[in-house]
């Protein structure tokens, strides 16, 4: 069974730091390009970064560049995402999924983790 499960979300100001943790299990996991994607309220849930398996290849959302850096650790089966210069429209709940490219969406989903800045 394909389970993403995340970690690190909470309330922090705006200007501040936050590194999110993403779990996964049931895949092979150095063979699956992995991303993280952003629900925020009232909004569809959208691509906020990507890496390949080869770590060759990664994509920011346009809103993230320069504040957050999307990293991966094939030998724990985890990827991270680290945040910086945290803003209130970063706040939603924050999922990893697999990575197919900035066109598609993964079908499937876990409970994600809720970030939210304060202003």
């Known amino acids: 069974q394909v389970r993403f499960v995340e970690s690190g979300g909470g309330l922090v100001q705006r200007g501040g730091s936050l590194t999110l943790s993403c779990d996964a299990s049931?895949?092979?996991?150095?063979?699956?390009?992995m991303g993280w994607y952003r629900q925020s309220p009232g909004k569809q849930r959208d691509l906020v970064a990507g890496i390949t398996v080869d770590n060759r290849t990664v994509y920011y959302g346009d809103s993230v560049k320069g504040r957050f850096t999307i990293a991966r650790d094939n030998a724990k089966h985890s990827v991270y995402l680290q945040m910086n210069d945290l803003e209130p429209q970063d706040t939603g709940v924050y999922y990893c999924?697999?990575?197919?490219?900035?066109?598609?969406?993964?079908?499937?989903w876990g409970q994600g983790t809720q970030v939210t800045v304060s202003s």
């Open positions: 049931g895949i092979v996991f150095s063979r699956q390009s």
């Open positions: 999924n697999y990575y197919f490219g900035p066109a598609l969406m993964p079908p499937n």
